[in-house]
């Protein structure tokens, strides 16, 4: 079946993925702002508290994947090795070449020490700024990673569903190729056409609350807008036959 993650911010979104009928959720911070960056311990404890699988994002700042300074590299160690310790049972990470490749030797060392045979990899979307993914997939198959966070390089899944249905057939089971970025219910049917093996929502809301002159204006704060949650489980669920969503 075709697995279904949404990615949260914070506890109440883990428990309306859960209650949505969610495989797993990812956990960041940041999201809207940066694309994503990684949660405090304290949200990762919780998280995983409420028993859903969590795979935390591993990214120490916003911007590219190029990490050509050690310390970056060391700080990214640091946070997985607390992650699967706080609980973690995934980590979401990536690094580049300066010639946008995937880089081995750095993703070695982000993961030097991380315990657990069971922790899932999966490298996220710095895989869309890569020219020849299916090398890209061959390159991450071997390093033993998971599964791959793409849209086939394209701006939304929707644009890149060819691209995407070539990356599922060069992956031919051997590594899963999870369809993310700008993905919406209406997108679900034909996503699950081409074969991915999940899908990935981050189907948030924003909720109003003003910071004030130090707390960021009045933009407030982003969370998982469950009704949307449970629409995108119910569409997989049409065309996949998997479990329904649970309601409150």
Excluded: K
Excluded at 103 to 121: A, K, N, P, Q, T
Excluded at 178 to 187: E, I, L, P, Q
Excluded at 209 to 232: F, V
């Amino acid at each position: 079946m075709t697995a279904l993650e949404f990615a949260v911010q914070d506890v109440a979104g883990a428990l309306g993925a859960r209650r949505a009928g969610a495989d797993r959720v990812e956990l960041c911070a940041a999201l809207g702002s940066t694309g994503g960056l990684t949660p405090s311990i304290g949200a990762i404890e919780a998280v995983a508290g409420t028993g859903i699988a969590v795979h935390v994002l591993i990214r120490c700042r916003a911007g590219g994947f190029v990490y050509a300074d050690a310390e970056e590299i060391t700080v990214m160690n640091a946070d997985a090795r607390a992650a699967v310790s706080a609980g973690a049972s995934g980590l979401v990470v990536g690094a580049l070449t300066r010639d946008h490749q995937v880089d081995v030797e750095r993703l070695r060392r982000v993961l030097d020490g991380v315990g657990g045979d069971d922790i899932e990899l999966t490298f996220h979307r710095g895989i869309d700024q890569i020219r020849d993914r299916e090398a890209a997939l061959d390159t991450l198959i071997t390093g033993g990673f998971t599964r791959v966070l793409t849209s086939g390089g394209a701006a939304t899944c929707a644009e890149g569903l060819d691209r995407l249905a070539a990356m599922v057939e060069h992956a031919a089971g051997r590594i899963q190729v999870m369809a993310g970025g700008g993905v919406t219910v209406g997108d679900i049917a034909a996503l699950h056409r081409i074969g991915v093996d999940g899908i990935h929502l981050s189907a948030r809301r924003v909720v109003t609350d003003d910071g004030g002159p130090g707390g960021g204006g009045r933009s407030g704060h982003e969370q998982l807008d469950e009704e949307l949650a449970i629409a995108a489980a119910r569409q997989l669920h049409a065309v996949d036959g998997r479990i329904p969503p649970r309601i409150r």
